[in-house]
């Protein structure tokens, strides 16, 4: 018989009466998983409470969780569960996000700081040009130290970043 191909309900009622005939026990259920009762239950997680787990088994539990969907209710049932436990979910923005490195900031990232608090930029401040998008349009630095300080920016369309940059000497 292949692997993975099961016996019909009429074969395995023969084989039953056949081992009877012979004397020997009919098949065991051995490894055929049946749900333990209610009461079964409550038993197994009275003894399991407190048991402490190794990191091993920690670690292989996480592995068959992950990358499955949590349900909507288990969702709910792990917020009811933190807050009963004064668990706050972690804040991870800002200051308070790992990643953050204050003004040693590159200019990348200041120019994605900027737009996330100014926006994407449309009208010139200084010739008042609307409508543009893209590399039409970018924020100027006024300094020219590159501060994370909002208005330390301008709106500026290409022509007049470039004679910004020439009237300041900035190459």
């Not at 040693?104 to 409508?131: F, M, N, P, Q």
Request: net charge positive; aromatic share 8%; proline share 4%.
């Amino acid at each position: 018989m292949k692997k993975g191909t099961f016996h019909s309900k009429e074969t395995k009622q023969k084989m039953r009466e056949t081992a009877l005939k012979k004397g020997n026990k009919p098949p065991s259920r051995k490894g055929i998983s049946i749900s333990p009762s209610e009461e079964v239950r409550k038993k197994i997680s009275i003894t399991l409470t407190g048991h402490a787990v190794s990191l091993e088994t920690r670690y292989k539990q996480r592995l068959a969780k992950l990358g499955k969907p949590i349900s909507e209710e288990h969702r709910k049932n792990i917020s009811i569960a933190n807050k009963r436990d004064g668990i706050k979910p972690p804040i991870y923005y800002g200051e308070n996000h790992p990643n953050w490195v204050g003004d040693k900031v590159g200019y990348g990232g200041l120019h994605s700081w900027i737009r996330k608090y100014l926006g994407t930029a449309d009208t010139c401040e200084h010739c008042g040009r609307s409508g543009l998008k893209g590399r039409q349009i970018d924020w100027a630095n006024k300094s020219q130290k590159y501060l994370r300080d909002l208005n330390d920016w301008l709106r500026l369309c290409k022509s007049c970043h470039r004679k910004y940059d020439l009237t300041y000497g900035i190459s």
